[in-house]
């Protein structure tokens, strides 16, 4: 657990090699949150991981240990956020050679496919959880201003989180099986004092209509392969959003696509089900690896996997 400190933050994160140097020439995956929470909630699927991976991760401005500078205010976009993440990737020296993972959870998926265009020539996989792109219709457009309203709302509201039986109905909203108290407290701690700035900033640009296109856009020009990962009961996030995903990606993307559908599992998947999702990891890593290995051999892998 280490700090990393500029002019703009000083940012926490976690890098296992420092508790286990073995892992340290390891395969390496970078974590990207979701909103309004720490890197906390991956803590159970990097005790998955270890020590076949070495796992990185770090909380962005306005969540978990990070500071922010008392005279700066970071920029509060997918850009801004992806710099943050960069100079990290830089400082740990993982911009030098081809071994890396990157792995992006609910609006971190927007920040990790930013990453992904930007160290394309070390990028050996994605995954995208729960974060997909939607067809613009008047019904999603409708959809989403209500939900730009409910975050409003929602944040100015917070606390109220903290108490029963609301607590319980906003975790099982994220997730359909349970996950524990101390991860369901974390859940809790983490969006009831992430900076509220920050907080209103990634829900509203995360469902700005001209940061989705240019998602969408992005998330198809990933010239390594990806894996769209969703819980079919996921009512934070409509997951036919990465179903969309995948198929376009099939369809306009020169690179190897995988689905897979966890039908009962929600927006939590690490938490849900940590070890049948770190299978999937595992395959899906071991894939990407192979796929820069033999690169006169590199057969699509486009397949569906549900799991009940």
């Known amino acids: ?34 909103w309004a929470i720490s890197s906390r909630y991956w803590e159970p699927l990097i005790e998955q991981l270890t020590p076949e991976y070495r796992c990185i991760t770090y909380d962005q401005s306005g969540t978990g240990k990070t500071v922010i500078g ?3 205010r970071p920029s509060l976009t997918i850009q801004g956020f992806a710099d943050e993440a ?20 609910s609006m971190g998926g927007m920040v990790a496919t930013e990453l992904c265009l930007r160290y394309q020539d070390v ?25 730009g309203g409910l975050i409003d709302v929602s944040l100015n509201f917070r606390q109220i989180f903290q108490i029963e039986p609301l607590k319980s109905m906003f975790i099982k909203r994220a997730a359909s099986r349970d996950i524990g108290k ?5 859940i809790i701690e983490d969006f009831t004092t992430s900076d509220k700035d920050a907080t209103i900033a990634v829900g509203h640009f995360s469902i700005d209509r001209e940061v989705l296109r240019a998602y969408t856009r992005h998330v198809l020009a990933i010239a390594s392969p990806v894996l769209c990962c969703v819980g079919m009961e996921d009512h934070t996030i409509p997951p036919e959003g990465t179903i969309t995903l995948y198929e376009k990606r099939s369809k ?6 995988r689905l897979v559908q966890f039908m009962k599992l929600g927006h939590l998947p690490m938490l849900e089900d940590t070890q049948g999702f770190a299978l999937q990891l595992k395959k899906h890593f071991a894939f990407g690896e192979q796929f820069y290995k033999t690169p006169h051999q590199k057969i699509r892998h486009d397949e569906v996997t549900k799991i009940s």
């Open 252 to 257: 306009e993307s020169p690179a190897p696509s």
């Open 123 to 147: 990028l050996l996989s994605a995954t995208i959880l729960a974060c997909g792109i939607f067809e613009e219709t008047a019904f999603t457009s409708a959809g989403l201003m209500f939900l």
């Open 86 to 105: 960069s100079a990290l990737i830089e400082h740990l020296g993982l911009d030098k050679e081809r071994k890396l993972h990157i792995v992006g959870h």
């Open 182 to 186: 101390t991860y369901s407290d974390i």
């Open 1 to 34: 657990m280490s700090y990393f400190q500029n002019n703009r933050y000083t940012l926490y994160y976690s890098d296992t090699a420092e508790t286990n140097p073995s892992v340290k020439d390891k395969p390496v995956v970078l974590f990207v949150n979701g």
């Open 70 to 72: 008392e005279y700066h």
